[in-house]
């Protein structure tokens, strides 16, 4: 690696970005995994979804829209999976 120059700042943020990265998968498959195996309303999983969210956002500023067209759908597919529009998850039934 280069020491001088631009080189070492450019590996810097390459590094940055690919930590945020990490922390960007960690939290979209935490979200998943719950959405899968926790038992929960509708609105619960809805509001783990905003929450999400609202977290890679804070990570990536700007980056919205991108959780919107990718992440969002995943999530509600699963959520849809677990629990279907006007059903709602009992505890007591697992």
């Given at each position: 690696?280069?020491?001088g120059?631009?080189?070492a700042?450019m ?14 998968r960690v ?5 998943a995994y719950?959405?899968r ?9 809805l509001?783990?979804?905003?929450e999400?969210?609202?977290a890679?956002?804070a990570?990536c ?7 919107d067209?990718v ?21 007591a039934?697992?």
């Amino acid at each position: 690696m280069w020491k001088g120059g631009g080189c070492a700042s450019m590996t810097a943020e390459i590094r940055e970005e690919q930590i945020c990265m990490i922390k960007v998968r960690v939290l979209a498959d935490l979200t998943a995994y719950r959405l899968r195996h926790d038992t929960f309303t509708r609105e619960a999983g809805l509001a783990m979804i905003v929450e999400t969210r609202a977290a890679i956002v804070a990570l990536c500023p700007g980056q919205g829209d991108v959780f919107d067209l990718v992440l969002c759908p995943r999530f509600l597919r699963i959520l849809d999976e677990q629990a279907p529009v006007g059903r709602r998850l009992d505890p007591a039934s697992n």
